[in-house]
């Protein structure tokens, strides 16, 4: 039998909510730390992933000594590496910090780009709205999308964004969701070669589909926002177990995606032995 191809392995990190070095966010999560671990649990994956992205609240307040941590953080990633903004960004700031990030500066008012070079093309937008926690994608920034998408019909693409353009109904998250979700998704109507819209935000594993589209959002390596289906429930935060996503894809299968928990857990654990299955 044929061995099916290798896919293209995306590890997908988000809201990782970095402070300046020392301060804790919400006075209680050490996000650096758990960025150390997260980038160590990456790197310990049985499958190197070929790109990482991350999807948005790369700091806590878009401060340049933040950004600084970040980029020192960061650093011990070893492979490609795909950021955008989130509403916890400052556009300026995140540029400065990252300047052989070309990408980030491929339009000039929004941190918008494409990067061509991967199996799947990558359209990354900028939900950003600045100095307010929900996004929103103006014209012109829609406009730039349909026009990157009609440009490569051919092209498998993945779009990430920080805003989700789904209900999740975590009432006080779709509060602050993306406001214009039905433009963003007229634009998508027209573009079957979109693959999937990987997206942060929500600090949880959520997926949809729409349209035959894969849409999600990626758990923090740090906090979760607590599972509450309620539309106006408090706005708060639970230490569950930090991840990422993997997710994979090729032109065979299509999309798939895992959630990897970052922590020491038990096991492995053998299913069988000499005897066959364990009794
Ligand atoms: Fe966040």
């Known amino acids: ?125 900028d939900t950003v709205i600045p100095g307010e926690s929900g996004g ?30 789904f209900r999740t109904l975590i009432g006080h998250m779709d509060d602050i969701g993306l406001a214009n979700a039905p433009s963003f998704k007229a634009v998508l109507v027209n573009h079957p070669h979109v693959q999937a819209v990987l997206c942060g935000h929500l600090h949880r594993s959520i997926e949809t589909v729409w349209r035959g589209i894969f849409m999600s959002t990626s758990p923090s390596p740090a906090h979760q926002v607590a599972l509450d289906l309620s539309a106006d429930g408090p706005s708060c935060f639970m230490m569950e177990p930090p991840a990422i996503r993997l997710h994979a894809w090729s032109a065979e299968d299509g999309w798939l995606s895992h959630t990897s928990y970052i922590g020491k857990f038990d096991g492995p654990y053998p299913f069988h032995d000499e005897g066959g299955l364990i009794d």
């Open 136 to 165: 929103v994608l103006c014209e012109k920034r829609l406009g730039w999308l349909a026009q990157q998408l009609r440009e490569r019909p051919d092209r498998p693409t993945l779009v990430l964004m920080h805003h989700p353009p």
């Open 1 to 125: 039998m044929k061995s099916p191809a290798k896919p293209f392995l995306i590890a997908q990190i988000s809201d990782l909510h970095i402070k300046a070095r020392g301060a804790l966010s919400y006075r209680v999560v050490d996000t650096a730390r758990h960025l150390r671990e997260c980038i160590a649990h990456i790197k310990g994956l049985k499958q190197r992933p070929d790109i990482v992205v991350a999807t948005g609240d790369l700091t806590d307040f878009g401060r340049p000594e933040e950004y600084g941590l970040l980029r020192e953080l960061l650093g011990e990633l070893d492979l490609p590496l795909y950021m955008i903004p989130g509403n916890h960004d400052e556009r300026a700031n995140l540029r400065a910090a990252f300047p052989e990030h070309a990408y980030l500066r491929q339009h000039p008012e929004f941190v918008q780009y494409v990067i061509e070079e991967w199996p799947l093309r990558i359209v990354a937008l």
